[in-house]
């Protein structure tokens, strides 16, 4: 932590809905899909097949995305075993934000309109002479990939270039790139009157 930060911010990634899951749908030319908020397990003696259902959002037509196939009924831990059982909202979110799951079954996620940033803090004029020095820490509350960036703007209510010239500055020193996107929690730092000497 470079020396002489005493304040500290946070933002959050708050979540206001779950992805699309973007793959085509079998019934019509859609290639929006909703959780529908159920999970099938169908089981064939001590074998499990466990399904993701999703939605259509234009022909409503119901698809399966497999979670697990042909498992052992003994290798799934008995409480997660429930959890799909039920329908768990916990893991139908879970399941539904999976991007290991995306990639293994060739769909993707479209986190549009999922988020939105809040602050504990006045927007400050970075680009004034604000002698005070502070850490910001940003807390995801789900796991979407956003734009450093975007971050930026939308918490300091900035331009892209007027952002761009603070972190080439060195006013704003980020843990990775502007343009990275993140999905986990970081930490950032916004130094008076630039990088230190």
């Given at each position: 932590?470079?020396?002489?930060i005493?304040?500290k911010?946070?933002?959050v990634v708050?979540?206001l809905?779950?992805p699309?899951?973007?793959?085509?749908?079998?019934?019509?030319?859609?290639?929006r899909?909703?959780p529908t908020?159920?999970?099938?397990?169908n089981?064939?003696?001590k074998l499990?097949?466990v399904?993701?259902?999703?939605?259509?959002?234009?022909c409503d037509?119901t698809?399966k995305?497999?979670?697990h196939?042909?498992i052992n009924?003994?290798?799934l831990?008995?409480?997660?075993l429930?959890?799909f059982?039920?329908?768990d909202p916990?893991?139908?979110r879970?399941?539904t934000?999976d991007?290991?799951?995306?990639?293994?079954s060739?769909y993707?996620?479209d986190?549009?309109g999922?988020?939105?940033?809040?602050?504990d803090?006045?927007?400050?004029?970075?680009t004034?002479a604000?002698?005070a020095?502070?850490?910001?820490?940003v807390r995801?509350e789900?796991?979407a990939?956003v734009?450093?960036e975007?971050?930026?703007?939308?918490?300091?209510?900035?331009?892209r270039?007027?952002v761009?010239?603070?972190v080439?500055?060195?006013r704003?020193r980020?843990?990775?790139p502007?343009?990275?996107k993140a999905?986990?929690?970081?930490s950032?730092?916004v130094?008076?009157?630039?990088?230190?000497?």
């Open positions: 932590m470079p020396a002489g005493d304040r911010a946070l933002w708050r979540e809905g779950l699309a899951i973007v793959k085509a749908c079998v019934a019509c030319r859609s290639t899909h909703r908020g159920k999970i099938r397990v089981a064939n003696g499990l097949d399904w993701l259902l999703i939605g259509c959002d234009l037509r698809s995305i497999p979670v196939e042909r009924v003994k290798a831990d008995h409480d997660r429930l959890m059982e039920n329908n916990a893991m139908v879970e399941l934000m991007t290991m799951l995306a990639a293994r060739a993707r996620l986190w549009t999922t988020w939105e940033l809040e602050t803090m006045p927007f400050y004029d970075l004034g604000d002698p020095s502070f850490e910001v820490v995801f789900l796991p990939p734009r450093v975007n971050l930026l703007t939308a918490g300091f209510g900035l331009s270039p007027v761009r010239g603070l080439s500055s060195g704003i980020l843990p990775l502007v343009d990275a999905r986990e929690d970081f950032f730092f130094l008076r009157g630039g990088a230190p000497s």
